[in-house]
């Protein structure tokens, strides 16, 4: 990728001849972005660009000649407005629609903020401001190759067409070039996910429920290359931030060891990594989560070590589908991740796509799950043993944060059953993480305290849906 970048850069006008695709996505991103009639200023500003040097050369043409030049630019002008404001469906439509678009900006990171501003500058038909912009984002991150290629793109644009050298040779050497692919995509991901915003006041459909003693949630949309982290608070979760993210190379849904592919389902961050402690190809640090959970060992998935991480200090980001199976972010992104995260506590969602749904319908579903844990609260204060073991799977199994070697559950459900029956016991802190994926799944945790003790313990449980009822497969004891 370097070589790419320290190759437009040296041959600007190469460079601005085989990169009209992209020239191209940048005038989209400004149709998306910005408010109607803008692109209709940017068709004005190029066709101005463009018969400035014409002009010049004409020194002798007469006054009305230019004038009824100026006319001919404006009629087009006009009709390009026209066809503008009838193709940008997706355009903000008015003030609160351009709100939401400079909300979703400021959403952004820091530096994936700044190209969009220039993206947008650039479609308003204001390329210098643009160009002046992409220096200063080159000059702040010069590892972030998109922008490097950006920034090239629009140094090209101020070289005059009569300047510019002819380079095929150069030119579909730079079209071919997978890295280029990558680029585009990368751009057309981050500027989708910056369009397309969640909706005011929904959540993931996996987040059911989520104690407050969890004060962040992140969820992943592999469509998108997005990473979405959201506040946990008395008010319930609120989307606060969003990150681009890369993902494995060979795509998702990680069944097997060494398959390249990023995990889907619903998993906790286990530990933080020390970068001191890791190869700078892991960045600025690392989250690794627990897969594979219970539900993918019975699934028989098989492989490890998949972390959230950072990227190496000569990469700004990678391409959306780029990495061994890890989730991967900018080493800035991923250095405001980290002060965020809890231990254990944070949960993460990694999806093909992510449903939205709004916070009331979620607070429902979560309700219909409360019955099931509820009568299995039940039936073991009451001491019916036989009753109890309705609510499990006969290969149910349970672990424990000390011993992590999976036991034959029903061991010990006789002893638990004694201990639980006629004492009054108390949940607390309980979380409701909804997955489906051919199968209805749900993790429940919850923080459990008998009556007459001072401390209790922290179950997790990983329950499927068989009908219309709910099963027990796994629960993990954490404390």
Not at 41 to 47: D, E, F, N, Q, R
Not at 257 to 263: C, M, N, S
Not at 362 to 380: G, H, N, V
Request: aromatic share 8%; glycine share 6%.
């Amino acid at each position: 990728m370097a070589d790419i970048v320290r190759r437009g850069r040296l041959r600007k006008p190469a460079l601005r001849r085989g990169a009209n695709m992209l020239a191209a996505l940048m005038a989209a991103s400004a149709l998306l972005l910005a408010t109607q009639g803008v692109a209709a200023a940017a068709s004005t500003k190029h066709a101005n660009a463009k018969t400035s040097g014409a002009k010049a050369n004409k020194a002798s043409a007469s006054r009305p000649a230019a004038r009824e030049a100026k006319a001919r630019t404006a009629r087009k002008a006009s009709a390009a407005e026209a066809r503008t404001a009838a193709a940008a469906k997706g355009a903000p439509r008015n003030k609160a629609a351009a709100a939401s678009s400079s909300a979703a900006l400021q959403q952004a990171s820091s530096a994936e903020a700044r190209l969009i501003a220039v993206y947008e500058l650039f479609g308003r038909g204001q390329p210098r401001p643009a160009l002046a912009k992409a220096r200063d984002l080159v000059r702040d991150y010069p590892n972030f190759q998109l922008a490097q290629l950006v920034y090239a793109d629009l140094l090209a644009t101020q070289v005059p067409p009569a300047h510019a050298f002819s380079d095929a040779t150069g030119i579909g050497r730079l079209r071919s070039d997978p890295a280029m692919a990558d680029l585009r995509e990368e751009s057309r991901r981050r500027l989708q996910a910056l369009r397309d915003r969640p909706p005011a006041g929904t959540v993931p459909s996996q987040f059911l429920a989520l104690s407050t003693r969890s004060r962040y949630a992140i969820a992943v949309d592999a469509s998108r290359s997005r990473l979405y982290l959201l506040e946990n608070s008395d008010k319930g979760l609120q989307l606060v931030a969003d990150y681009y993210v890369s993902v494995g190379k060979s795509g998702i849904g990680k069944a097997t060891e060494g398959d390249a592919r990023t995990p889907l389902g619903v998993y906790y961050v286990t530990s933080s990594l020390d970068p001191k402690s890791l190869r700078d190809f892991y960045g600025a640090g690392a989250l690794p989560i627990n897969y594979p959970n219970p539900y993918d060992v019975r699934r028989g998935k098989t492989g490890s070590g998949i972390w959230l991480h950072g990227t190496p200090p000569q990469q700004f980001s990678r391409a959306p589908l780029a990495s061994d199976g890890c989730v991967v972010m900018a080493n800035p992104d991923l250095k405001q991740l980290l002060r965020k995260v809890q231990i254990g506590a944070t949960p993460v969602v990694t999806a093909p796509s992510l449903q939205w749904i709004p916070r009331p319908q979620a607070e429902k579903e979560a309700q219909t799950f409360t019955s099931a844990i509820s009568a299995w609260k039940d039936a073991r204060a009451n001491g019916n043993e036989a009753q109890l073991k309705k609510f499990y799977l006969p290969d149910f199994q349970r672990s424990s944060s000390s011993n992590k070697k999976n036991t034959d559950g029903f061991s010990v459900l006789h002893d638990e059953v004694e201990y639980a029956q006629g004492k009054r016991v108390q949940f607390k802190d309980m979380s409701f993480l909804h997955w489906r994926d051919g199968d209805d799944t749900m993790v429940a945790t919850f923080g459990e305290v008998f009556e007459g003790e001072k401390s209790g313990r922290t179950r997790r449980q990983y329950w499927l849906r068989q009908g219309s009822e709910w099963k027990l497969f796994h629960e993990e004891i954490l404390g």
